[in-house]
């Protein structure tokens, strides 16, 4: 059986979670879990969770990108052992890879490390770009967008709306109506 595994960091990546379902379904997966969180948040990840408890020896776990599954080496190949150990492949579409070949196995690590390399080199350039901003007085930090709503769910909380709907309606998080609501 296919089982695929879709996931965004965000919520507002709402074509990408859909374009990943579409492709999972495509390929025949019958059963497909997805999320929308960060995969650094290893813990949170429920439905990755969800689908490795479900897989059965002889199913192949399916994912678009590598990316979708792990973000370092070391969470990949714990995932690959954990699929392993119950008989089952994984399979990543962008890459065309299939561990259940001892080639994929290879070609899967090799790619894996990679992509850790370049999230690594990434987030350095990142933080040296900030650094730099910094230290020229440019650097502002994140600009706040739920804050920059306050009247906006302050009005809306006077005219008895729930904090759910003003969390909807604004396209803000409940915490961050509370937050708000609050004033801080």
């Known amino acids: 059986m296919l ?4 996931r965004t960091s965000t919520l507002d990546q709402r074509a990408s979670i ?3 379902m579409r492709d999972l379904t495509a390929v025949g997966c019958e059963k497909v879990f997805s999320e929308q969180v960060s995969s650094v948040d290893v813990t949170n990840r429920a439905q990755l969770a969800l ?3 479900f897989v059965r020896e002889g199913d192949t776990l399916v994912v678009t990108k590598l990316d979708r599954l ?3 080496v070391a969470h990949l190949l714990s995932i690959v052992d954990t699929l392993s150990r119950k008989g089952v492949g994984l399979r990543i579409l962008g890459m065309g890879i299939d561990t259940a070949t001892p080639t994929g196995k290879l070609m899967l690590t090799v790619l894996g490390g990679i992509a ?13 770009g900030v650094a730099r901003a910094k230290a020229e007085g440019k650097y502002k930090g994140r600009k706040p967008t739920a804050m920059a709503q ?5 009005r809306l909380k006077a005219e008895g709306v729930g904090a759910t ?3 909807n309606r604004l396209g803000i998080g409940r915490a961050s109506v509370y937050r708000a609501l609050a004033g801080k």
């Open 3 to 6: 089982i695929g595994y879709a």
């Open 150 to 154: 306050a009247d906006d769910v302050r």
């Open 116 to 128: 850790e390399f370049e999230r690594e080199i990434m987030l350095e350039r990142q933080r040296e």
């Open 51 to 53: 689908a490795l408890d």
């Open 70 to 72: 792990a973000r370092s």
């Open 165 to 167: 709907e003003i969390a």
């Open 18 to 20: 859909e374009a990943q």
